[in-house]
């Protein structure tokens, strides 16, 4: 009985662990950090995971555009929410390691009016 009660506890351990490694490697994509308040592109940071969001409010909307040469590397918009920055996700940045990225960013708040824009263009290391 004790050996069964111990290969359950082995089962749930390398579950447990497995969901974690799993975890760390799906939400550990790079992005752009971006601030609504100070309407601004900030630069490259890592996506953070999507339980980090929960419970909060988006505080504005960002349209995001990402080049290389002409080349999209990325597009969408995302839903800032109340921390401190956003971060858009771009998986498609690590293909376009050592390049310079112009990033253009056009914020637009909870009522659908775009209130700022800001592009810059950074290298992607």
């Known amino acids: 009985m004790a050996k069964k ?3 359950r506890l082995v089962v749930l ?3 447990v662990t497995l969901l974690g490694i799993s975890y760390t490697i799906l939400f550990t994509t790079p992005g752009i ?11 490259f940071s890592k996506v953070p995971p999507p339980l980090a969001a ?7 909307k960002v349209n995001v ?3 290389s040469e002409s080349v999209i590397v990325c597009s969408g918009e ?3 929410m109340e921390s401190p ?3 858009f996700p771009c998986s498609n940045l690590k293909k376009f390691k050592g390049s310079t990225i112009l990033i253009n960013a056009t ?8 209130y700022g824009n800001n592009v810059k263009e950074l290298p992607f290391k």
């Open 5 to 7: 009660s111990e290969m």
């Open 13 to 15: 351990f390398a579950l």
């Open 33 to 43: 950090a971006i601030s609504c308040s100070d309407k601004m592109i900030m630069g």
């Open 54 to 60: 929960i419970a909060q409010t988006p505080i504005c």
């Open 65 to 67: 555009e990402a080049t």
């Open 78 to 80: 995302l839903n800032v």
């Open 85 to 87: 920055n956003g971060v």
């Open 107 to 114: 914020f637009i708040d909870n009522d659908g009016m775009v």
